[in-house]
């Protein structure tokens, strides 16, 4: 029965059960503050084992600070983060630490990602190095061999970041963010700041990581079409929440939540002489200081009802695998 | 009509062959500033007639009534002799080391404590950047020159003591300019990156945030050096200096009230002063465009 029970906990790599996080603005001379940008309200998801969790969603939705405060680079105000059956915000300072090493990033900006002081042998085997792997020659093996696996050459491990193009940084970023073998890997929109043409070889190269190390993704993103890509499910986020998630073949095909729908309509189509329906939302995405009543959504929701303006709606699973959070929908 | 050579080129790798460090290309920019050139030059023979010193003075710079009193520079005597007949030409290579070290050590200790706080300040943030800024404010508050006058008071005059009473006066302003950096490097992505690895606070800070805060750190300090070498002048000059070795400052102060009868006495250490901060100067003005070519 023990192992059972085993079983069905160690399906998800990580559980997230109502993720808070809010940044105080600064406040006056005390530094006393009411206000909070509440960046992240109330997430709850799962990631299962060796799986693409896509997240999309506009600028500022939370994405990032989601990803970023999963794995405690930002201390979480509220919620639970269940990573590989440990609750992560009970750890201490040197027992995170040292859990790190089931757990990275891809930062997006592959420029800024880089320590300019370090060449990039330094900059990969550091993991290696801060968990133990003191031994210089097999540090070095390995870090060789992973340069050939993002494919870099073995030359490249005395150069410094600014003699590389973007995308041969973000090889780097994602060389280093994969030599601890992590379990988790948060892909904070890699591709984003990369030609369109570097974009595909990055997914590709993710992907084949992904099958040969095991990985398993949380795939921040907001080109709806990159997350299709590589996703085996997507949510949809809207002002530090979940309107939806499902996998991205019923997602696409039949969006529930009239976010989501607008969304999905707003993808641009290779053939110009299609018509289509957009469905164009009504002013600006709301302050997160001060988020609307009710489900947050209503504000420019084309549907909504009296009771949308009270009432939040719950996160609820419509269809097997398929969230909504939607009075709605159905 | 010519045809077409096929033209042997190495592939093409994305990259310049020759390895482009850091430290090669700020060389490379400082060497384009003349006058940090020319300044790098004077200070680097100041620096070799200071350690040499030993060696190529004449006389002991103690040594009374070597020579007639109040001789004026000339073949026996290139600086000429002060009011007890002493030689002014050793006396000065001796008062190179004294100065030059003072400067060294004091901006030393002053950069070394500064970065120190500041790094702390500026990396932990919260309530240990209050009270250590608090620290600083309250040392700032303090006139420095009264501050080092009572120290100097105090505490027996000997050279360590004066470089050292230098050095803590003057970290504060270190301090602050170490914390900025590290307030603003410490958001950098790579700095996150590096935590997000799972890497010490203590290697964060040595190995991503400090080495690229470098830069204003070098500069200050060379700038540093000259006020220090100003600073001991201006205590020497009341009589509170280092006399044994002289400094260049209690040279100068030893030479003001013949001003009259040989004005050498006061010209020339005051001239080497002068040569020597200004050098200092344009070196520090040459390294933060060097080091920093975004300020251009």
Redesign the interface.
């Known amino acids: 029965m023990t192992v059972e029970l085993k079983k069905v906990s160690s399906d998800n790599l990580l559980e997230v059960s109502n993720l808070v996080k809010y940044f105080p603005l600064k406040g006056g001379f005390f530094r006393k503050s009411k206000n909070f940008v509440k960046a992240v309200d109330g997430v709850s998801f799962f990631i299962r084992r060796g799986e693409t969790l896509g997240i999309v969603g506009e600028s500022g939705c939370g994405k990032t600070t989601t990803g970023r405060t999963i794995l405690r680079l930002h201390e979480p105000t509220k919620g639970e983060i269940l990573f590989d059956g440990i609750d992560l915000r009970k750890l201490k300072a040197e027992e995170l630490r040292q859990k790190r090493k089931d757990m990275s990033i891809i930062f997006q900006d592959p420029y800024s990602s880089l320590n300019p002081r370090m060449t990039v042998g330094d900059i990969i085997g550091e993991p290696l190095l801060v968990h133990g792997m003191t031994d210089n020659k097999q540090r070095t093996a390995a870090v060789h061999a992973m340069l050939e696996e993002v494919g870099l050459a073995p030359y490249h491990y005395r150069r410094f970041p600014h003699e590389f193009s973007g995308g041969q940084r973000q090889r780097v970023g994602i060389a280093r963010a994969v030599i601890s073998s992590p379990k988790l890997i948060v892909c904070d929109e890699p591709v984003s700041a990369l030609d369109v043409s570097i974009q595909s070889q990055i997914l590709n190269l993710l992907k084949d990581l992904q099958r040969t190390h095991n990985l398993t993704y949380l795939f921040i993103a907001h080109n709806l079409s990159v997350v299709k890509h590589i996703s085996d499910r997507v949510g949809v986020m809207y002002l530090g929440k979940f309107v939806e998630l499902a996998v991205p073949k019923a997602l696409f095909a039949h969006p529930m939540h009239p976010y989501t729908q607008a969304l999905l309509s707003a993808i641009p189509h290779a053939n110009p002489d299609i018509r289509m329906d957009r469905l164009m939302l009504k002013g600006d995405v709301p302050s997160p200081v001060n988020p609307p009543s009710g489900c947050r959504f209503h504000t420019r929701c084309s549907v909504a009802v009296d009771r949308c303006k009270v009432e939040d709606p719950e996160w609820r699973e419509i269809r097997p695998d398929h969230f909504v959070a939607c009075h709605l929908a159905q | 009509m010519t045809t077409a050579q096929p033209q042997v080129t190495k592939p093409y790798?994305?990259?310049?062959t020759k390895?482009?460090?850091?430290w090669s290309l700020t060389w490379y920019r400082f060497r384009r500033h003349k006058m940090a050139m020319i300044s790098l030059a004077i200070l680097l023979i100041l620096y070799t007639i200071a350690l040499i010193a030993p060696y190529i003075a004449p006389h002991d710079p103690m040594d009374i009534h070597i020579g007639p009193r109040f001789a004026p520079p000339g073949r026996e005597f290139p600086a000429g002799t002060d009011r007890l007949g002493r030689d002014l030409y050793s006396r000065l290579l001796w008062g190179a080391r004294t100065s030059l070290s003072v400067g060294f050590v004091a901006a030393g200790v002053s950069i070394v404590i500064g970065t120190i706080v500041g790094a702390a300040a500026g990396y932990f943030g919260g309530v240990v950047d209050d009270v250590l800024m608090r620290i600083c404010e309250v040392i700032m508050a303090i006139p420095t020159f009264f501050l080092l006058l009572t120290v100097v008071a105090i505490f027996e005059r000997s050279m360590l003591n004066i470089m050292l009473v230098i050095g803590f006066t003057t970290w504060p302003s270190a301090a602050r300019l170490v914390r900025g950096q590290f307030l603003s490097l410490r958001e950098?992505?790579?700095v996150?990156?590096?935590?997000?690895?799972?890497?010490?606070n203590s290697?964060i800070t040595m190995?991503?945030i400090l080495?690229?805060a470098m830069a204003p750190i070098i500069v200050s300090t060379t700038l540093r050096i000259g006020g220090a070498i100003l600073t001991e002048s201006s205590l020497a000059f009341i009589g509170l200096g280092v006399t044994s070795p002289p400094s260049w400052g209690s040279l100068l102060e030893g030479g003001r009230h013949t001003l009259t009868v040989a004005p050498w006495m006061v010209m020339i250490p005051g001239a080497l002063i002068f040569v020597t901060i200004l050098a200092y100067n344009f070196v520090g003005d040459g390294l933060r465009d060097a080091l920093d070519p975004r300020l251009k």
Do not use: L
Not at chain 2, 19 to 22: D, I
């Open positions: 790798t994305g990259m310049s390895e482009e460090t850091f950098m992505d790579y996150e990156a590096a935590r997000s690895i799972g890497a010490k290697r190995w991503h080495p690229n």
